[in-house]
T-cell receptor, first 115, second 114 residues
Framework: DTAVSQTPKYLVTQMGNDKSIKCEQNLGHDTMYWYKQDSKKFLKIMFSYNNKELIINETVPNRFSPKSPDKAHLNLHINSLELGDSAVYFC??????????????FGSGTRLTVV | AQSVTQLDSQVPVFEEAPVELRCNYSSSVSVYLFWYVQYPNQGLQLLLKYLSGSTLVESINGFEAEFNKSQTSFHLRKPSVHISDTAEYFCAVSEPGGSYIPTFGRGTSLIVHP
């Protein structure tokens, strides 16, 4: 059983399109996150939800909108895609509010390519 | 604010040789420290962590890391690597009592040659 699953694994789309990435965790964790990993492997947090409540919203263009229908799901919708949005997007979850001592469980990533 | 420096972007090594991946952090308070491993086309997996107590922590697959407060380091070591250890390794630091959100280093690519 996959603990944190993301779909799709690969996404190739044209500039200007709108796309969504879905994430689900079956660990019973309270908190979920979206991270962006750029071409140089740098990991940057984008958003965090704790029990459907947005608790972290880093400096991210408002074209990116997270949605958490319940604590097991956190989706990421991106409007008007730009070339610079090309990256690997990771979903993660943690037991506590911000990970704390437990660390994170990551999904396997969604490789987004904007052409 | 916390920060993490992984000095080596790439570490090539032959199979069965020892390896050390370096991690230095900057923080004004006490910290939690983590090492994550990312195998090709996969997400990050927690390898080991230091929270408090013994400064030497070990993983189940033979890696160990030592917390050195005076040198603000948390280097990862393995006495004998396998081909299957080829992966990207990320060091991360978080501040208990603060936001807890970890800051990740830029990763070190460990390449094990036969």
């Amino acid at each position: 059983d996959t603990a944190v699953s993301q779909t799709p694994k690969y996404l190739v789309t044209q500039m200007g399109n709108d796309k969504s990435i879905k994430c689900e965790q079956n660990l019973g964790h309270d908190t979920m996150y979206w991270y962006k990993q750029d071409s140089k492997k740098f990991l940057k947090i984008m958003f965090s939800y704790n029990n459907k409540e947005l608790i972290i919203n880093e400096t991210v263009p408002n074209r990116f909108s997270p949605k958490s229908p319940d604590k097991a799901h956190l989706n990421l919708h991106i409007n008007s895609l730009e070339l610079g949005d090309s990256a690997v997007y990771f979903c993660a979850s943690s037991l506590g509010r911000t990970g704390g001592a437990d660390g994170y469980t990551f999904g396997s990533g969604t490789r987004l390519t904007v052409v | 604010a916390q920060s993490v420096t992984q000095l080596d972007s790439q570490v090539p090594v032959f199979e069965e040789a020892p390896v050390e991946l370096r991690c230095n952090y900057s923080s004004s308070v006490s910290v939690y420290l983590f090492w994550y491993v990312q195998y090709p086309n996969q997400g990050l997996q927690l390898l080991l962590k230091y929270l408090s107590g013994s400064t030497l922590v070990e993983s189940i697959n033979g890696f160990e890391a030592e917390f050195n407060k005076s040198q603000t380091s948390f280097h990862l070591r393995k006495p004998s690597v396998h081909i299957s250890d080829t992966a990207e390794y990320f060091c991360a630091v978080s501040e208990p009592g603060g936001s807890y959100i970890p800051t990740f280093g830029r990763g070190t690519s460990l390449i094990v040659h036969p």
